[in-house]
């Protein structure tokens, strides 16, 4: 009679068996974990690249807007030459108009006489003005209405040159670029730290370049070309030079 066994020994398994040794899950893990920051890395820098896209299109937008709001003749509020300690200061009151006497001046709605402009003193970003006192450029809050200020800082994005004729300039406290549309056309001019941009020969200069950069992509820049002449106002990618 045949004896039954009461108990079954697994067969050991043979090194040619399937399964994954530590150091091939370490690999894996390690491939991984590369081409998860890759990914990310790429996306990062989608984002930037978008960021300073949408800057030099906004930039572009606001020169059109200093020009549209200038051949419409769009109006403002600012104290008028009788308020001595407020003159030209935006005011929503002829309180805040106040004169020398302590009498109140005037609040007035009127149109720039000088029309609207940009202005970009720093690489951090520039000022849409209305020219209320006619000079042509942004004289301070004490002198002219400040429309929009834009600052670039929180997106990583700066002002980094820009080009009148074949000079090509930093913008700062030192060195400030006004763009101005001088009313009823919107006729453009450029000011150089408060005059006329002139070549050699004493001519208006007709090009102006900007550039726009991203603190983190420097191979790329948007660049903003505005032409004195036909007043046409273009951007587009380029190179990071002038």
Known sequence: MRTQRLFHFKKPCHADESGFTLAELLV????????????????????????????????????????????GGNSIFFCRANSTAHEFDPCNSSEYCKIDSGANGECRQSVPVGGYGVRMASTEGYIVFGDTDGNGVYDGSAENYSVIEENLTPLGIHLAQFALGN????????????????????????????????????????????????????????????????????ESMGECSL
Do not use: W
Not at 39 to 55: C, I, K, P, W, Y
Not at 171 to 190: C, K, M, N
Not at 195 to 211: F, G, H, T, Y
């Open 28 to 71: 894996v893990l390690a491939m991984i974990s590369l081409l998860t920051t890759l990914v990310m890395v790429n996306f990062h820098r989608g984002e930037q690249s978008n960021d300073l896209r949408q800057a030099g299109t906004q930039l572009q937008q606001r020169f059109r807007l200093a020009q549209t709001y200038t051949i």
């Open 167 to 234: 000079d090509a300039y930093i913008p700062s406290a030192a060195v400030t670029l006004d763009v101005t549309f001088e009313p009823p056309e919107g006729r453009v001019r450029f000011f150089l730290n408060g005059s006329e941009a002139r070549d050699a020969s004493d001519q208006p200069i007709n090009l102006l370049e900007i550039l726009v950069q991203s603190d983190y992509v420097s191979s790329v820049c948007r660049k903003v070309v505005i032409n004195r002449i036909s007043g046409q106002i273009s």
